[in-house]
């Protein structure tokens, strides 16, 4: 295993060499994956045993065991607990934006020689963020979260609006709306919603963390970020957008009666209309999302998940050759689709297949997978740092603090605060930072 520049500084930061065995193999035994072999798999995914019962059936000799977790921030914590007293679970499954978490941990187990050449299954913009901007591969990529533009088909048609091709058009529609139903809006800015505004600032070309021969670089109040702060911003002062946060009881009756017509999210949200606002079946569609330079088709990503390797594995090939299987088979793309729900992140698993029917709740749009193909092939890359849960609490804070003021200046100034407190956090913990 390599010795990778995101490995070194957290190696730097921490001030502490790692031990020659951790630089040369997983586990104790450095045993290199040959012979029988017993793999525990922590995961979150409905199903996921299921699907592994599939592997187990074919593969007598390496055998996977799930154990079933909490995702997010709690999973990300157990993990490191695990991994500083020698008993991580071979394999993990982890979201995109814990994996510098996790490498910085020293958790995972670069597999680059293990995958080889497993990046050509997926678009490149989701490959780029498990090499975490190296040629060391820390995980597989799951599934994924390609945005998308949500809209009331029949309200559309009834207040005669044009589905938005740009943001400027987004904005345009949204003052349409207020002038013909001002009790109603095109969408709300929601400060709950962290993950929502990463993939809008990434899709407008912002990088939020970088490294820098040793260091970090946070790119946080970058100018494309402050393009997406100071539009959704404007919106709210000027009442073109309503101000409150999604997922509230007041947020789905909006939902459910049309109060609001639109929603900008990802390929998931199907699922999450379907309880937010079941009396609404059949009524929406789907687009891509309004893009700022309409030559450039570009999507940012909520959402999505990887399998990872720790470096507490005593087989390390045979846990890769796991987690290429379980993301790459076509068999086990389908049981994952059918069992756990997701939307993979492999390319030729998004169309067809599994996949060959549009949502229940989209009924009327029998091209829904293969319009969300086209989108998550034009996925924007994102680039994550060590401490994504403090830059994301501190969004909400601040966030929540403008939404509620409907100040658009308070938006650039929640974007600065946001900045200074990730350098801020990162510099506490030890780490170089750039800039």
């Known amino acids: 295993m390599q010795s990778t520049p995101l490995r070194r500084l957290a190696a730097a930061s921490l001030a502490a060499a790692l031990s020659a065995a951790a630089l040369t193999g997983c586990g104790s035994s450095g045993d290199s994956g040959s012979g029988p072999a017993e793999l525990t798999y922590w995961a979150w995914a409905p199903g996921m045993d299921k699907v592994a019962e599939l592997w187990n059936k074919e593969n007598p000799d390496i055998q996977v065991t799930v154990k079933k977790q909490a995702s997010g921030d709690d999973l990300v914590t157990k993990i490191l607990t695990a991994a500083k007293a020698g008993e991580a679970p071979d394999l993990v499954q982890a979201e995109y934006q814990a994996l ?7 958790v995972l187990a670069d597999i680059s020689d293990e995958v080889k050449d497993a990046g050509k299954a997926f678009p490149a913009g989701v490959w780029q963020q498990v090499t975490l901007g190296s040629d060391a591969v820390y995980a597989l990529p799951q599934d994924s979260g390609p945005m998308m533009f949500y809209y009331r088909e029949d309200l559309f048609e009834q207040y005669g609006l044009e589905v938005p091709g740009t943001w400027q058009e987004f904005a345009d ?10 009790d109603k809006a095109l969408t709300t800015f929601s400060s709950n919603d962290s993950g929502l505004f990463a993939g809008l600032a990434q899709q407008a070309g912002a990088k939020w963390w970088t490294t820098s021969g040793e260091q970090w670089k946070v790119g946080i109040d970058d100018a494309a970020t402050r393009k997406v702060a100071d539009f959704w911003g404007g919106l709210v002062e000027e009442g073109a957008i309503d101000n ?13 009666t049309g109060e609001q017509l639109a929603w900008v999210s990802a390929v998931w949200a199907p699922g999450t209309l379907t309880t937010a606002a079941p009396d609404t079946k059949g009524k929406w569609a789907m687009a891509p999302l309004p893009q700022w330079d309409a030559s450039k088709e570009r999507t940012g990503s909520w959402g999505g998940s990887t399998t990872g390797v720790s470096r507490d594995c005593d087989h390390p090939e045979a846990a890769a050759e796991f987690a290429t299987w379980l993301n790459t088979d076509p068999e086990a793309l389908a049981a994952l689709v059918k069992e756990g729900g997701i939307y993979p992140a492999a390319t030729a698993a998004q169309t067809g297949g599994a996949l060959a029917e549009p949502p229940a709740f989209f009924a009327n749009q029998p091209d829904f997978y293969t319009e969300a193909a086209e989108i998550a092939k034009t996925t924007a890359p994102a680039a994550w740092g060590p401490n994504v849960n403090v830059a994301y609490g501190t969004f909400k804070d601040e966030f929540g603090k403008a939404a509620k003021s409907k100040k658009a200046e308070a938006f650039a100034t929640a974007l600065e605060s946001m900045h200074r407190a990730t350098v801020a956090d990162l510099t506490k913990q030890g780490f170089g930072v750039a800039g």
């Open 100 to 106: 510098p978490t996790l490498v910085s941990g020293d």
């Open 244 to 256: 409150q946060p999604m997922y509230t009881p007041a947020w789905n009756k909006a939902m459910n």
């Open 173 to 182: 529609t949204a003052r349409e709306l207020k002038k013909q139903a001002p």
